[in-house]
């Protein structure tokens, strides 16, 4: 089984940026999709990018143009760096198997804390 942790989260000011980092203990070489997700207050967790094992990306229309998302096999792991932050993009960040806790991802992280603040 592969567990996850995320850091590299943070307050920023509004059109800042922050690069996230997603450290798996185990190989991530054999899980096709690895995804970022994050959840605000009172909302629910929601997919905002994802990474293929073939560097395809896909992201949620809200972030488009201003995240990216990537990936290091042979350091296992899953990178997102957010420019342009929004107060909207404050939420509690979390990295996945897309779809989650598939191939051999088993739970969720702790997540890591982005406030975007003036």
């Known amino acids: 089984q592969v567990q996850l942790v995320e850091s590299g989260g943070g307050l920023v000011q509004p059109g800042g940026s922050l690069r996230l980092s997603c450290a798996a203990s185990?190989?991530?070489?054999?899980?096709?999709?690895m995804g970022w997700y994050r959840q605000a207050p009172g909302k629910q967790r929601e997919l905002v990018a994802r990474?293929?094992?073939?560097?395809?990306?896909n992201y949620a229309d809200s972030v488009k143009g201003r995240f990216t998302i990537s990936r290091d096999n042979a350091k296992n792991t899953v990178y997102l760096q957010m420019n342009s932050l929004k107060p909207e993009d404050t939420a509690v960040y979390y990295c996945?198997?897309?779809?989650?806790?598939?191939?051999?991802?088993?739970?969720w992280g702790q997540g890591t804390q982005v406030t975007v603040s003036s």
């Open positions: 185990g190989s991530i070489l054999s899980i096709y999709a």
């Open positions: 996945n198997s897309n779809p989650p806790n598939t191939y051999s991802v088993r739970g």
């Open positions: 990474i293929t094992t073939g560097t395809n990306t």
